[in-house]
């Protein structure tokens, strides 16, 4: 760079030296490109159009379109607003969260959180997480790659790159089928070379909606053993695939039996709709305390160049309405139960406060709180899928829309192409992301039969009104 | 194949690595390349010999076998160690984090204010953009270049929200180290431990310019000048925009300007650390005017902040990067990529801090309330020096020069001790400061300068 400019002044006549050295120092800095999921909201919010749709980002909504505030974690933060704490506090909530965190992923019962054979650091939501592995997987392995899916949520690539991690991709959607490309998945997992890294989404796939069976799942784990290769599983859907914290956590609790050590990233942006206060957590699964504690000084370390540590508010709110008498009851109240087991354990958990004070209870409370508050945000966002794929149908469609309802979580690949996508915005209001990706969180019973009329209008005929499909199985 | 096995025993440490696989079970020679063949240039692997194999199969080995303990941070490794004393006379100078007289945290009443307006409004939690709190930026920016600042009416700042001091210097390293390649940082010596480590993850390379003299336990002026000017043309020049952290020693108002001249004539980036803006001399103008000349003079400056000391939010984790460009549109292609460097790192910022700042800084009662709090603040620390100065002077019969505590400002004093004297203020008289003879007179209260001098005078006389 200073050679480049040694050379132009060089170039220059007295006169424009003087301006030039006047000139800015970020004359080479050319514009970013857009992140291409924001750009989505960007343009959706400087449309004027009263009836536009947002299926770009996948943050939660209501049935109004509306962003969701449990009204838990509203007064929870009332409780914690500039609260006098020590950071000796603060270090003791981060580290009880982390293992409630762990308790989740791997199992209230399981022998890793037992004998605390996992580092684990709260971390920046998903992408911190993700980002302190990366950062930790070139400290460690510098000549390691890490493989990903394709597709996969667009700041992966973003994640590994800027880590300067090489990446590979292996198969993972099929565009015929609209699902998952297994025996070629298979195929990648098997030519890799041994001990490489792999990036999995346990569960909801984004952006696709696409996940293995537990059969393929079974298969997966068997070669990654027979290749001893690495999984890092990151988690940012749990409860959104099924509606079920336990049942979403599938994936990950086969690669434990078959005795992989694996790292996982979550967030609870989305499960505890607490987006923008960055709470998640990272852990790895270690050989012994020992190591765990080795592991957890480094990834710290790599931390404290970052960021330093993590916000507090998200994680006191979490904290706080596990803890807190009055703001339970309200949580009991907001809380619809669905299991008749779980009812149980709420009597007996009210009705015993000094028996159970332990940390099971804490972790039953929070997999209660999460898991059903969790089920109406699932159940709504099934019910959508099922809604939009009959309308679609019901307008006499050409089209196969049965991935619509076989794909989980929050997102659904539409199959759409850019140029309906454009289409969809420009003629539509209605803003997606350029590979087709709907955040069906953003479909509402007020909306989905306009979002059906555009989608049809856009893959059924093209804009001179000539028929673009025929009918296909 | 077993004598193939034990061969790669008794080969280089990086085999042996391998053999401790293959005695748990791997069987897997392939791996050895991929994984271990640096670990001798690595710093942070830890090379292992195995006496012998033992061909015993267990479950997997961890990947991440030979990694060693981080060393403990300096800083806060204090605070630690601290904790685990029972003396009842413990003192604990070590972090920068204000304490009332009675040595307990404080939380500020505009914060508490701004907290209940926010709970009453009953914001959503949702993502902010990757640029953070649009009200946050804005506020931020005009504290420290001042609303009136042309630099801001003509839209020439760059202001992107950090997480702290921390994470905005991070975001500065990497917009470094992408545009910039091979640029130099030059860092004070001494300054904050964790500068170096952020320029190093962020793999940008860095020199010291002197700083600190310790024979007059004030600033060697022209030691940093004349490295200021060594300095091969175009590298950024670290600052500390009021009250240096360790030493506490600032240059004068015609000291900032001779540096200012020195950096313009070599054509280096001025690149403002602002951790403390307030607490040197209690006024939040004031204590900006070093950045604020750089900026009058044309320059292209870089300024990160932190609200974690003058807003008590060090939790929250609320700073801000800002790059003052000499065009709108260099400032807008420069947020731009700022965005796209931390959107990997985090995607977007954390909300809350960003709204108690906006809400403090952005309504005009409450801002005249945090000078009034801040004033307050400064006004303690400045109180303690008087009375530490006091007390050293009184108490110490050799006649040597302690007017050092009152010529630093803010909340730290280099006191000039060297390690065998702070271990002796640690072990015998449970005052717990890091090992560079900093202490931080935020954590000192009146009722304790007596016994504080006590330590000193006995650590800088009686200990090696």
Redesign the interface.
């Given at each position: 760079m200073m050679i480049m400019w040694r050379y132009l002044r060089r170039g220059m006549s007295t006169s424009t030296r003087v301006r030039a050295l006047r000139r800015s120092w970020w004359d080479h800095v050319t514009p970013a490109p857009k992140d291409p999921i924001n750009a989505v909201t960007e343009a959706f919010l400087a449309d004027p159009c009263p009836y536009k749709i947002n299926l770009g980002v996948g943050a939660y909504r209501d049935d109004d379109g509306k962003p969701v505030v449990l009204q838990c974690v509203r007064e929870a933060e009332g409780k914690i607003a500039a609260t006098n704490f020590l950071e000796s506090t603060c270090a003791a909530i981060s580290s009880k969260l982390v293992e409630e965190s762990a308790k989740l992923v791997y199992g209230e019962d399981s022998d890793v959180i037992k004998e605390g054979r996992f580092a684990g650091v709260q971390a920046l939501s998903g992408t911190g997480a993700c980002r302190l592995f990366a950062e930790f997987q070139r400290r460690f392995y510098p000549d390691s790659r890490i493989y990903m899916p394709d597709p996969t949520w667009s700041n992966h690539h973003n994640i590994w790159r800027d880590a300067q991690v090489p990446i590979r991709t292996f198969h993972y959607y099929h565009p015929d089928s609209k699902g998952l490309n297994f025996v070629a998945l298979m195929d990648d997992v098997k030519n890799a070379p041994n001990g490489s890294f792999f990036l999995l989404h346990p569960c909801a796939h984004n952006p696709t909606g696409v996940d293995p069976s537990d059969e393929q799942w079974q298969e997966i784990s068997s070669l990654f053993k027979v290749k001893n290769h690495f999984p890092f599983f990151d988690m940012a859907y749990q409860g959104f695939a099924s509606g079920d914290l336990e049942r979403d956590a599938r994936a990950i609790r086969i690669f434990l039996d078959d005795g992989h050590l694996i790292g996982c990233a979550q967030s609870f942006a989305k499960n505890m709709a607490l987006y923008g206060h960055r709470v998640g957590c990272l852990s790895l699964l270690c050989d012994d305390k020992i190591q765990a504690v080795a592991i957890k000084s480094q990834l710290q370390q790599i931390a404290s160049t970052i960021y330093g540590s993590p916000p507090i508010h998200g994680m006191l709110a979490v904290s706080k309405i596990l803890s807190d008498p009055d703001i339970k009851a309200i949580w009991l109240k907001e809380v619809k139960v669905y299991f008749s087991s779980f009812s149980f354990l709420f009597h007996s958990l009210f009705t015993s406060i000094f028996i159970i004070t332990c940390i099971r209870t804490i972790g039953l409370m929070h997999l209660l709180i999460i898991s059903t508050c969790y089920k109406d945000m699932a159940t709504r966002v099934q019910r959508m899928r099922a809604t939009l794929k009959e309308a679609l149908e019901k307008l006499g469609s050409p089209l196969n829309w049965q991935p619509i309802t076989n794909q989980v979580g929050m997102f659904c690949f539409s199959g759409l192409t850019p140029d309906e996508v454009d289409r969809l915005a420009k003629e539509f209001h209605v803003y997606m992301t350029y590979d087709g990706r709907i955040s069906m969180a953003g479909v509402t019973t007020k909306n989905v039969d306009y979002l059906a009329s555009a989608i049809h209008e856009v893959t059924a005929f093209d804009q001179d009104g000539k028929i673009l499909h025929t009918v296909c199985a | 194949m077993a004598s193939s096995l034990l061969s790669l025993a008794s080969a280089s440490p990086s085999a042996s690595l391998s053999s401790h696989g293959i005695s748990k079970g791997?069987l897997?020679l392939?791996?050895t390349?991929?994984?271990f063949?640096?670990e001798k240039t690595?710093p942070?692997?830890k090379t292992k010999s195995f006496g012998r194999i033992s061909m015993v199969i267990t479950?997997?080995?961890?990947?991440?076998?030979?990694?060693?303990?981080?060393p403990p941070?300096p800083i806060l490794g204090v605070?630690e160690a601290f904790?685990a004393d029972n003396h009842e006379l413990k003192l604990n100078l070590g972090?920068g984090?204000y304490r009332t007289e009675e040595l307990?945290?404080y939380?500020l009443n505009v914060?508490?204010k701004a907290?209940?307006l926010?709970?009453e409004r009953?914001e959503?939690?949702?993502?902010?953009?990757?640029e953070g709190l649009a009200a946050f930026n804005k506020v931020t920016a005009e504290l420290l270049f001042g609303a009136d600042n042309p630099v801001i009416k003509q839209q020439r700042v760059a202001t992107v929200q950090g997480?702290?001091g921390?994470?905005s210097l991070?975001l500065a390293a990497?917009l470094i180290e992408r545009?910039?390649?091979?640029?130099k940082v030059l860092i004070s010596s001494p300054t904050w431990g964790?500068h170096k480590?952020?320029f190093?993850?962020?793999r940008v390379p860095w020199s010291e310019y002197r700083y600190y003299d310790p024979k007059t336990v004030g600033l060697d002026f022209e030691g940093m000048i004349a490295d200021i000017k060594a300095a091969?043309?175009?590298s950024f020049i670290l600052l500390h925009g009021c009250a240096h952290n360790p030493t506490g020693i600032d240059p004068t108002p015609e000291q900032w300007g001779i540096i200012a001249d020195v950096i313009q004539e070599k054509?280096h980036?001025p690149f403002f650390d602002i951790a403390y803006q307030g607490f040197a001399s209690g006024s939040l103008d004031t204590d900006a005017a070093s950045v604020r000349m750089f900026v009058a003079r044309?320059m292209?400056v870089i300024a990160a902040q932190s609200y974690s000391k003058n807003l008590g939010l060090?939790?929250?984790?609320i700073g801000a990067i800002n790059?003052v460009?000499?065009?709108p549109d260099?400032a807008?292609?420069?947020k731009?990529?700022l965005?796209?460097?931390a959107?990997?790192?985090?995607?977007?910022?954390?909300?809350?801090?960003a709204r108690i700042v906006a809400n403090v800084v952005g309504d005009p009662a409450l801002f005249k309330e945090w000078n009034v709090e801040m004033e307050m603040m400064a006004g303690r620390i400045k109180n303690v020096r008087q009375k530490l100065f006091d007390s050293l002077s009184s108490k110490d019969k050799s006649g040597k020069d302690w007017s050092f505590v009152l010529k630093q400002i803010g909340m730290f004093s280099f006191t000039g001790l060297n390690k065998a004297q702070c271990d002796n203020m640690t072990n015998k008289w449970h005052v717990y400061m890091t090992k560079d003879g900093r202490i931080s007179l935020a954590g000192l209260s009146l009722a304790k300068c007596e016994y504080l001098a006590d330590a000193i005078i006995d650590s800088y006389h009686n200990v090696g």
């Open positions: - | 791997k897997n392939g791996n390349s991929l994984c063949n640096k690595n942070f692997i479950s997997n080995v961890s990947r991440f076998e030979g990694i060693t303990m981080a941070d605070s904790k972090v984090a307990q945290p939380v914060v508490k907290d209940k926010l709970l009953g959503n939690r949702e993502y902010l953009p990757i997480l702290s921390t994470g991070r990497a545009y910039f390649p091979g640029a964790n480590n952020i190093n993850d962020a091969p043309e175009g054509n980036i044309g292209e060090y939790a929250e984790r790059v460009c000499s065009s260099a807008s292609r420069v731009s990529q965005k796209r460097i959107r990997p790192m985090y995607s977007n910022p954390p909300v809350h801090g």
